[in-house]
């Protein structure tokens, strides 16, 4: 429902609304441009005096204008001409043209009104409305992208358009909601639906019939400063029935020109107050900064709209769309889906079709969308989630277990988990896992055991139905075919061969980067944005699972590289290894953000053995700013598989590498990765003291050791590998 609201409003008023953005943030400069070329009047300057400075130098003045950004115009007739000017304050004399700006005119009118009058006004204020509406309804969308409004500002991942159109929604959403909430209040000032019109006059005195006060004497213009004037009109000298009328922050009221009585006296009232201000925060005139923040934030708008457009055509190419799938309150059976890269939504489309067919009525929605008071029909639950990172919710399940644990209850209907994942990976399932177990805390009754289904098995995806399936009084048998990831064809440029002599093939391949247009980045088409650390899926001929490695360079290197050992019987690696340059094999990109140096100029302690220097390679070749990295590196023998050794070397002589420590596993005194992490306790205590971090890429019986040895070395600062962990200077890429 909100991301509905979101969408047609967007999509409907979308040039209407870019319209007042844009003419709206160009208003906002020449408003504070107004505010910086006007002679400004200094504090203590009565309105007595400057009005009679300005009668000195022009003596047919007829009127004084103070704008709200400080700007004082006076208008005269001098032998029977009219004239005017912008007034400095200090001296009374003109300074500048007062004749309008003709382009500023133009464009007031055509924020305001379409040039259309009344009706165009209308139009205006319709398409305020729609971008507060996208405002408000934008606010909670992003509050559940990020997993609550107390994670507004979490980072983010997924598409580049997506991450876009979010980021500037999260700056630019208050200015958006105060700039149309602000548009919408003078529309209905402008067409009287708000009492904000004057009141009856509170004092009212009769006119002595006298004329020639001199306006410095005049008692009230004595006592009030020149920033609460608004106008200041001067009466005919040879009428006496004509009076001084000014207008204030106050109020307005008449003075009498013969003695300098104020005659009449209207308060401004509270209304008036706020319709005032609300004017000066909407269009910058006397708030200037305000002002430029709001036209800045508005420029947003077009980028949001432009993403927003590739967001909502991008979803409707990749969407997996689910036929049938019946309204939430109406399902008896709830499907939520936890999903990354879109895989485990084949699934749930297949368990859907089975379920639908067996006469089940079956509401799927992600798991971010939890809302047990929409389930009124519901007799069951079915969550199928996957698990991003190093144990963490993918993409449609974020929030999710907050939602759970805010429940006073759990809901009555019981629920079934399934979890996907790669068991080659140490956090197989975890996210799935701690589902489970935060709805077994909850007292979620369990409809079937918790299961998992290894690297998208249709087997065992099967296996579960049918359990499923006998939970249910239903013989459900799920015909899973595996819906195959987008990829492209990537050419091989070179490869470098070693470990031959230890036993160990690997291969350092380099591939060609794929030519992609603007519109094929922004809509996921080509080859997205990577860094070095991002995983490379490659589908292996005779198999429908993708198989990933670890990338050894980044999107601005202009070429794609892994490093890749050939294991005993393995499709992939051994496909991989046969390649010669000009051979080709299909691939796709997964950002992997939880294993990135980050930002700043910390240094960095890279672990890695084998193959497992391949992303910290990619660091090394990124680090232009000669941030300090030091790299402990193991390898069988130097003479077989020291992988990069040119390479380490000219880094090291340009400053991307500080130092490098190498182990030889098969030496005559066979050292492992961790031992030299040992050896140099101090230098390593002494560098995680200053806040490096540690970053840790290769098999699991590695990482294990050098855990063990960070361990040790820790333990007299009082840390541990889980409390570095906890603060993000301690990652690992383990396979």
């Known amino acids: ?129 729609s971008l507060l509406v996208l405002a408000m309804s934008g606010a909670v969308l992003v509050a559940r992208r990020t997993g609550g409004w107390r994670r507004w500002l979490s980072p983010l991942r997924g598409p580049l358009p997506g991450r876009l159109h979010v980021e500037i929604a999260r700056l630019a959403i208050a200015g958006l909601i105060l700039s149309s909430g602000t548009a919408l209040w003078m529309t209905a000032s402008t067409f009287g639906l708000l009492p904000d019109a004057g009141a009856a006059p509170g004092l009212e005195v009769a006119s002595s019939g006298k004329t020639g006060i001199a306006v410095d004497t005049i008692g009230l213009l004595r006592q009030t400063p020149v920033a609460q004037l608004r106008d200041l009109s001067f009466p005919a000298p040879d009428d006496p029935t004509d009076v001084f009328t000014l207008k204030t922050d106050e109020g307005s009221g008449t003075i009498d020109q013969g003695t300098g009585a104020l005659l009449d006296w209207t308060a401004i009232t509270t209304w008036q107050r706020v319709s005032y201000r609300v004017s000066m925060i909407h269009t910058g005139r006397g708030a200037a900064p305000i002002g430029l923040l709001l036209g800045l934030m508005a420029l947003g708008i077009p980028a949001m709209g432009a993403t927003g457009v590739v967001v909502w055509l991008t979803g409707l190419r990749t969407r997996l769309k689910i036929k049938g799938n019946v309204a939430a309150s109406r399902a008896d059976t709830i499907l939520l889906v936890g999903s990354e890269g879109g895989s485990t939504w084949g699934f749930a489309a297949t368990l859907h079709r089975a379920l ?58 019981p629920v079934a988990v399934l979890g996907f994942g790669d068991r080659s990976f140490p956090a197989y399932c975890a996210f799935a896992q701690a589902v489970a177990a935060a709805a077994e805390a909850k007292g979620w009754r369990r409809l079937v055991a918790f299961d998992t289904v290894d690297r998208q098995s249709p087997q065992e995806f099967a296996r579960w139905g049918r359990s499923l399936g006998a939970a249910m009084g239903l013989e459900l048998e799920l015909a899973h075919q595996p819906v195959l990831p987008a990829s492209q064809s990537l050419t091989l440029v070179s490869r470098r061969d070693y470990g031959a002599q230890v036993q160990a093939p690997t291969a350092i391949l380099r591939f060609a980067l794929p030519q992609a247009s603007l519109w094929q980045r922004l809509t996921g088409r080509g080859i997205r944005r990577f860094q070095a650390g991002d995983l490379l899926g490659i589908l292996p001929e005779g198999s429908a699972v993708p198989r990933f490695y670890s990338l050894a360079s980044g999107r601005r290197d202009g070429f794609v590289e892994i490093v890749v050992r050939k294991h005993p019987g393995g499709l992939c690696s051994g496909q991989l290894s046969a390649l010669a340059p000009g051979d080709t094999v299909s691939g796709f990109f997964r950002p992997n953000p939880g294993f990135r140096p980050g930002a700043g100029s910390a240094p960095l302690i890279l672990i890695g053995a084998g193959t497992g220097i391949g992303p910290l390679a990619g660091f090394l070749r990124a680090n232009g700013r000669r941030r300090p990295i030091h790299l402990f590196f193991g390898m069988r023998h130097p003479h077989s598989d020291f992988l990069y050794a040119e390479d380490l070397a000219q880094w090291k002589a340009a400053g991307r590498l500080t130092r490098l420590v190498t182990a030889v596993s098969r030496a005559r005194r066979p050292r492992y990765v961790q031992d030299p992490l040992r050896a140099e306790a101090p230098q390593v205590a002494r560098l995680i003291r200053n806040g490096a971090r540690v970053m840790v890429c290769g098999g699991r019986g590695m990482a294990s050791g050098v855990a063990e040895a960070l361990a040790d070395i820790l333990a007299p600062m009082g840390l541990t590998p889980a409390a570095l962990k906890a603060e993000g200077r301690y990652v690992e890429d383990v396979y």
């Open 1 to 129: 429902m909100i991301r509905a609201l979101h969408r047609w409003p967007a999509l409907i008023a979308l040039a209407l609304v870019t319209l007042l953005a844009l003419s709206g943030a160009v208003l906002s400069v020449l408003s504070a441009s107004e505010r910086l070329a006007a002679p400004q009047a200094e504090g203590t300057l009565s309105v007595a005096t400057l009005a009679a400075r300005i009668k000195s130098v022009y003596p047919g003045v007829e009127e004084i204008r103070r704008a709200p950004s400080g700007q004082i115009t006076a208008y005269w007739f001098d032998a029977n001409k009219p004239g005017s000017a912008i007034i400095d304050p200090a001296t009374g004399r003109g300074v500048a043209s007062a004749k309008p700006n003709q382009f500023e005119r133009w464009l007031i009118n055509l924020h305001r009104s379409l040039f259309l009058g009344d009706g165009g006004r209308i139009v205006m204020a319709m398409a305020a409305a």
């Open 356 to 413: 639908t067919a067996s006469g089940q009525r079956v509401h799927a929605a992600p798991m971010s969308a939890f809302a047990p008071a929409r389930y009124a029909r519901a007799r069951r639950f079915v969550i199928l989630a996957a698990t991003y990172g190093d144990g963490g919710p993918p993409a449609s399940a974020k929030g999710f277990l907050d939602r759970l644990a805010r429940l006073e209850a759990a809901p009555a209907a």
